[in-house]
Nanobody
């Protein structure tokens, strides 16, 4: 199995930045792709970005494209989400999600709040 722990959330003013981290442990060699999702209050969980664990190819939702950057450091088994030009609509709990060669794994989430 793979365990995921997010960190880096907090409170920031509109226009500011946050950098989220997702640290993976366990059978990390099984990781195929890592995603960031987010869930705003009383709304559905939505896709934000993903990255291929080996190749590093990335994909973004149209909502965050050009503002957010996903990256990974395989030596640290960590995936990052750099969030710039933040808006109040970006306020959400941000979840890390890993697709494994066998199975799936979710993190517990980290709260990001953008004040206007």
């Amino acid at each position: 199995q793979v365990q995921l722990v997010e960190s880096g959330g907090g409170l920031v003013q509109a226009g500011g930045s946050l950098r989220l981290s997702c640290a993976a442990s366990g059978r990390t060699f099984n990781i195929a792709r890592v995603f960031w999702y987010r869930q705003a209050p009383e709304k559905e969980r939505k896709f934000v970005a993903n990255i291929d664990w080996s190749a590093g190819s990335t994909y973004y939702s149209d909502t965050v494209k050009g503002r957010f950057t996903i990256s990974r450091d395989n030596s640290k088994n960590t995936v990052y989400l750099q969030m710039n030009s933040l808006k109040s609509d970006d306020t959400a709990i941000y979840y890390c999600y890993a697709v494994l060669r066998e199975g799936r794994s979710w993190g517990q989430g980290t709260q990001g709040t953008v004040s206007s």
